[in-house]
């Protein structure tokens, strides 16, 4: 089941980056993928408050872009290069969270590239 989910995840990724083309704000990518997870008819949740606890204390407050079908976080990010505070963010919701998937998103000059991210 997660590896369909994903795999129209990607389709959708690139459908996203086919109608925008390149250098659009994160917001616009969000809206758009969106518009497509709707129009698809795939249960989601966009901009979900997920708090960084720690011994039951919230140590600061992070929002998901979106979680698809309760189990995938999907983290889009406009730049050209992945880095590692990318990585380092989608690793820190999916522990908050305890989902085991976070897909990155990654809208470049030359295409979208996605990176699977998995919780340990």
Do not use: W
Request: glycine share 4%; with cysteine.
């Amino acid at each position: 089941m997660l590896e369909e989910t994903t795999y129209k995840i990607n389709g959708l990724l690139f459908d996203t980056y086919k109608a925008l083309g390149p250098y659009m704000k994160e917001k616009i990518y969000q809206e758009y993928f969106e518009s497509l997870l709707k129009k698809e008819e795939t249960k989601f949740a966009r901009e979900i408050y997920a708090p960084f606890k720690i011994n039951g204390k919230t140590l600061c407050q992070q929002y998901l872009d979106f979680l698809i079908d309760e189990k995938i976080i999907v983290e889009l990010k406009v730049d050209n290069y992945f880095r590692k505070i990318h990585f380092e963010q989608v690793n820190n919701y999916l522990k908050t969270s305890g989902k085991k998937l976070g897909i990155l998103a990654l809208f470049t000059k030359n295409g979208v590239r996605i990176k699977r991210v998995f919780n340990n």
